[in-house]
Structures are given as C-alpha cells and as structure tokens.
C-alpha cells in the first residue's frame, strides 16, 4: 500500500468522524433560544416526539383514612309505626344489638310500644337511656321489658356505649 492511500484512509476516518461527533453534538445540544419552530411573530411552536405526563387534579389528592372503634356493625333495622303499639325484642350480643337477625342501630316504634332488651350474651349487661328512664342491669340470658308511652327519641347503651337509637311518634 503507498503513503497515498494509507493518508487518504486516516483522513477520510477522520473526516467521518468528526462529522460524526459535530451531528451528535447538534442534537444534543442545549441551546437558550427553544426547541420549536420560530413563527416569526413572537410564539414558538414547540415539537416533542416524547410523550408527556399531565397531572389531573385526582392524581395529586391525597386520601384521609380515618379509624372509628365500635362494637356494633353498621346497618339499620327499622320497625315502623303504624299508629299501634307492638312488642319488640332487642338481642343483645357480642356482636352488638339486633332485631330480627338483623343489626340494629335505629328503631322506629308507636307510642305504648313494648321493648324486651333479650341478653344473649354470656355476662350481665347494663342497658340504659340519655334520660336516665332506663337503668338496668340485664343477667345472661335474662330479658328486661320497658314500654314507651311517649312520643320521643331515646338512645340505648349497652354497658356504657352508644348502641341504638328509638324513635317513638
């Protein structure tokens, strides 16, 4: 091989090369004056081939978790009025107060309703009103019964805690 072409080779490599290097260097340039298109009227039209990520207001919501302890599941068992008194029982269990197999927290009655407050657990429990008009302690497996003559709206606990509330009209 002569000079001639060995120096014809190197620059021709050189050549490539640096031209390669100016083209990477022009791409990823950082330059101040944008990256779009100049309208020539003041706004630049930006172009991006990489997709972009908008945050909508539920994305940045934050979730509030708050804990309530109670020892009776939600739900409502609601016996309606009909003008005459009736009798109903009130099961009180571990798992709260129910009314005919179903968790009770709200009871509507007619006044001269009666109440059996039925305990089922395996303790005593103590059954009481807001206005005091019950306090009474209720053996396992015993059973209390107190009429409502009054229209009006009680709340029960049992042993102190907030259980079920009865609406007489």
Do not use: H
């Amino acid at each position: 091989m002569n000079g001639f072409a060995w120096k014809n080779r190197v620059t021709l490599s050189l050549g490539i090369g640096i031209a390669t290097v100016a083209l990477i260097a022009g791409c990823s340039g950082d330059d101040d004056e944008g990256d779009g298109i100049d309208t020539g009227t003041g706004t630049e039209i930006t172009q991006t081939t990489e997709p972009t990520e908008t945050m909508t207001a539920t994305e940045g919501a934050t979730e509030t978790m708050t804990e309530t302890a109670t020892a009776s599941a939600t739900g409502t068992a609601t016996e309606t009025g009909s003008g005459t008194a009736e009798d109903v029982t009130l099961t009180i269990s571990a798992d709260g107060v129910m009314m005919d197999g179903t968790m009770a927290d709200t009871v509507t009655l007619a006044a001269g309703s009666t109440v059996t407050f039925e305990n089922d657990g395996e303790n005593a429990v103590t059954v009481t009103t807001d206005d005091g008009a019950i306090d009474e302690e209720i053996a396992a497996g015993d059973s209390y019964d107190y009429t409502f003559d009054e229209a009006g709206t009680w709340t029960v606990s049992v042993d102190g805690e907030e259980m079920v509330t009865i609406t007489v009209s």
